[in-house]
């Protein structure tokens, strides 16, 4: 008996949560030039985060890149190759 009553209970809760689902699933789509106006602005905003951070990042290693030219040895003349490539390569 117990047995029985669970898998009721069970099938209810799986009712109620595919039919939250569809009400959900129901209401964004329903309008589709609202999905198709948010996916656009979630694009450009994901785009232009993806530029800034990109930018900030590649600028924050080349300040540390070019703190590094001061080391002495291999290292620093290296560090001071790859500052030195980056810059000619931003002259172009």
Known sequence: ???ITRKIEADREAGARRGLLEELYSDFYSNRRKVYQ???MRGIFFGV???VGGTLVV???LAV???LTDVPG???EFIQFVV???RQSNTQ
């Open 1 to 3: 008996m117990r047995r």
């Open 38 to 40: 948010i996916n656009f």
């Open 49 to 51: 985060g993806s530029v």
């Open 59 to 61: 600028t924050s290693v």
């Open 65 to 67: 890149l070019g703190i």
């Open 74 to 76: 291999w290292f620093g």
């Open 84 to 86: 030195d490539s980056v």
